[in-house]
Structure formats: C-alpha cells, structure tokens
C-alpha cells in the first residue's frame, strides 16, 4: 500500500533511473540553443527520453535537435498551445519534463523537481524562476505582467503560485493524460495551473535557476501587449468556465449597482415630492436589476452544470495510473 500524501517526502523511497521520464521541449526557431538544452538534459537525465517538437521552424532546428540525439517531431500548428496539446497526445511516460528550448532554465534543476515530484506524490511541481544572470533575463513588462497575472489568478483560483507563466514545469502522467488542452498559445501555462487548482491536485513550487538567452539565439517569441491580452482573456473565459457562479454574480453586480445608482435619484425626488415624473428612468432601472436576477440565476445554474464537469474530470484522474516510485523500472 502507498504511503499517505502526508507523509514527509524524505521518508519515501524513490529511484530517478526507476522511473520512465519524457523530456518535452517546444521550440521554434532555436538551432543555436537547441544542441546544449538537449545535451544538458541528457546529461542531468540520462535515463529520460528527449523529444524535441519542432513548431514551424524556418532555421535548422529540427536537425539540429536530431543531431543532438532528440526524438524530433512536429506539430504544424503554430502556438506553445499547439505544441503542448501534441506532445500530451503523442507521449507516453510517468513523469513529464516541460522546458522551453531556448536554453533560459539549467537541466541541474531537473532532478531536483522530479525528486519533490515523486517523494510527495505530487502531480504538478512548477519551478518558479529565480534570475541568476546578474542582470533581468527577461523585459520589465514581462516581470510586471507576470507579477499582475499570477495576483489575478491567485485572486479568482486560489494557491499559491507566484510564477505561473514558468515555462520549466514537472508533471505526472496523472495529470497530463486528464489535462484538455485547449490553448493555442502562450495561455497554455494559465490553462495548466488553472486545471491543478480546479480538480485541487497537489502542487508544489520550488525555485529554479534562469538566466539570459544565449548569445546571438532567436529572440522571445512573447508579446508583451498582445500575448498578454491572449492570457487576459483565457483567464476570463476559464473563470466562466470553472468558476460561472463568481463570474455571472460579479456581471450581476454591476448590473444592479448601475440600477440602485440610477434609481437614487428618482426616489429621492419622490420622497421630497411624492410624484415620479421620470418614468423611463425607472423602467430602464427595473429593466437592470431584472437583468442581474437573471444573470445571478443563470451562474447557480452553470454552476451545478461545472460542478458535474468536475466531477468527470476528476473521475478520469483518477482512472489513469499513478506512479509508485519504489517499483523498479522492470515493473513498469
């Protein structure tokens, strides 16, 4: 029998070269990284297989990869989104790493997650980036984006993320294979965290080395302004989604402040004079707060409609098979 959640991760038993481990790395144009990320990770990971998703790549990443000794596949579809919905489909392991290509995250650390992984019987472990090149290794309105979004999401979702667009992420096979997928670009870390704190998976966040892109390396494929209006609005439509109740009641809200503001003035001007001369004005203002009753009702009703979502979601979770790290690699 497995030991409970519990139980303090240096007391279980575990075996990294026990465990059958993908490496999965996006890329998109990054032949001058590509070569040392997979060589690092073949070095931090010699058990582990690497496979290598070339994203419409207009360089020689994809042979450069293969020359690396990465299993190379593509996905045609451009977005991180995609490539991630692909990789999820195609691969097959009991543990997932997920790194970007560009060379910004040490294979070091690799271990390290996947040790907290499997010690803690987690199924999500999120290396929160820690900047070691002595300068910002990434755009200031990249940090303050990243700052503002994971207030949000902590705010509407709950845990305790601080860094959730970490493109360095391990994942259990539990998770990966109940995960949708339905991004199409840099969304996908938003979607992934938001699926561990709906079905409240065990998580956990540990800080990870980063530091700049090589020199003379592709440049970063975000947008400031644009991809971060993508991650705006993924985030809204996944709180109607999971959340319809907290996100038709803020609409109603609105709603019926608009209706009690108009309506004030209206019924002060009938408590001094008894009379209602603006009809309209009180027909518009039932009209919203007839309008937030409906909406209200409609997010009860989503509501009892996510939670059986949830439940089916969880269901299939726990269908697909765990990982006991004590098995030998005979064993699985």
Not at 122 to 129: E, F, I, K
Not at 143 to 148: F, M, S, T, Y
Not at 218 to 232: A, V
Request: proline residues 5%; aromatic residues 10%; contains cysteine.
């Amino acid at each position: 029998m497995q030991p409970p959640a519990t139980v303090p991760h240096e007391m279980l038993q575990y075996d990294i070269n026990a465990v059958d481990i993908a490496v999965l790395v996006p890329c998109h144009n990054e032949e001058t990284a590509i070569a040392k990320v997979v060589g690092d990770f073949r070095g931090a990971l010699p058990s582990a297989r690497i496979y290598v998703y070339d994203n419409r790549s207009t360089d020689a990443t994809a042979d450069v990869a293969r020359a690396a000794g990465a299993h190379v596949r593509h996905e045609p579809q451009k977005g991180k989104g995609h490539v991630v919905r692909r990789m999820f489909a195609d691969v097959d392991a009991d543990v997932y790493v997920l790194v970007d290509g560009d060379d910004t995250y040490s294979a070091d650390d690799a271990p390290t997650l996947i040790e907290r992984l499997l010690a803690a019987q987690l199924d999500m472990v999120n290396g929160r980036r820690e900047d070691t090149s002595g300068i910002h290794a990434y755009p200031s309105g990249h940090r303050i984006g990243n700052a503002l979004f994971n207030r949000i999401v902590k705010m509407l979702f709950g845990g305790s993320f601080d860094d959730i667009f970490s493109g360095y992420k391990v994942l259990s096979r539990r998770f990966v294979k109940s995960f949708p997928a339905l991004s199409r670009e840099f969304e996908i870390e938003t979607e992934l965290t938001v699926h561990a704190l709906t079905l409240r998976l065990p998580v956990a966040e540990i800080p990870t080395a980063y530091r700049e892109r090589p020199a003379g390396s592709s440049q970063s494929k975000l947008r400031t302004y644009r991809d971060g209006l993508h991650i705006l609005t993924a985030i809204i439509v996944l709180l109607k989604e999971e959340r319809p109740l907290v996100f038709y009641t803020m609409i109603a809200a609105v709603f019926a402040a608009a209706s009690v503001f108009i309506f004030i003035p209206v019924l002060s001007e009938y408590l001094n004079t008894g009379l209602v001369p603006r009809f309209p004005t009180v027909i518009f203002s039932s009209a919203l707060m007839l309008a937030a009753f409906i909406t209200f009702t409609n997010g009860l009703i989503l509501s009892s409609v996510s939670r059986g979502r949830w439940e089916m979601r969880r269901i299939f979770y726990l269908n697909t098979s765990s990982l006991d790290p004590r098995r030998s690699r005979d064993d699985l």
